[in-house]
T-cell receptor
Framework: GAVVSQHPSRVICKSGTSVKIECRSL??????MFWYRQFPKQSLMLMAT?????????EQGVEKDKFLINHASLTLSTLTVTSAHPEDSSFYIC????????????FGPGTRLTVT | GENVEQHPSTLSVQEGDSAVIKCTYS??????FPWYKQELGKRPQLIID?????GEKKDQRIAVTLNKTAKHFSLHITETQPEDSAVYFC?????????????FGAGTRLAVHP
């Protein structure tokens, strides 16, 4: 159990366009979801945290108007990269935690975004 | 805020040898310390974790030790195999805004040579 999926797995978009990435918990209800960004050969950097039905909490330095997060239900969170630029090209990974366990996070397979 | 330092950044061992990766953290309130293995282009995979009420935990060839006083924890892999080659990340929990966030170390690239 505790499977998290992401869609799409890879996406290429043109500079200036927007891209939406979906994160779903398939077999549990995710009380909290997290979005990370990982540049090549670097660590995971937390971008934002969200609870279902409430506004996301963004980490310092992450532009909330550029990275829109919607946690619409207990099984779905979306990240929209607006007006994407080449420097937004990265590996975006979501994770989810479930009720009753405040610590363990279950990671999605990641989305490789390339902005041309 | 929490800061997690991880050493070494790269580690090369011969098959069958042991590998040790060390992390230190700054937030004394941290109480959950997971270790992840990540292969290229894949999701981080939890390999072992430890909570602050325990000093050591072992799962077959993998063990983690925690010293809360010194604020450091270590991953020990014994009898390494080529398939252990990957990037390993430590992390420490941090309570912020009502959420338990994870702060990751910079990672260790482990190469196990046959």
């Amino acid at each position: 159990g505790a499977v998290v999926s992401q869609h799409p797995s890879r996406v290429i978009c043109k500079s200036g366009t927007s891209v939406k990435i979906e994160c779903r918990s398939l077999d549990f209800q995710a009380t909290t979801m997290f979005w990370y960004r990982q540049f090549p050969k670097q660590s995971l950097m937390l971008m934002a945290t969200s609870n279902e039905g409430s506004k996301a909490t963004y980490e310092q330095g992450v532009e909330k108007d550029k990275f829109l997060i919607n946690h619409a239900s207990l099984t779905l969170s979306t990240l929209t990269v607006t007006s994407a630029h080449p420097e937004d090209s990265s590996f975006y990974i979501c994770s989810a935690s479930r009720a009753g366990d405040y610590y363990e996070q279950y990671f999605g397979p990641g989305t490789r975004l390339t902005v041309t | 805020g929490e800061n997690v330092e991880q050493h070494p950044s790269t580690l090369s061992v011969q098959e069958g040898d042991s590998a040790v990766i060390k992390c230190t953290y700054s937030d004394s309130a941290s109480n959950y310390f997971p270790w992840y293995k990540q292969e290229l282009g894949k999701r981080p995979q939890l390999i072992i974790d430890i909570r602050s009420n325990v000093g050591e935990k072992k799962d077959q060839r993998i063990a983690v030790t925690l010293n809360k006083t010194a604020k450091h924890f270590s991953l020990h892999i014994t009898e390494t195999q080529p398939e252990d080659s990957a990037v390993y990340f430590c992390a420490a929990s941090m309570l912020s805004g009502g959420y338990n966030k994870l702060i990751f170390g910079a990672g260790t690239r482990l190469a196990v040579h046959p």
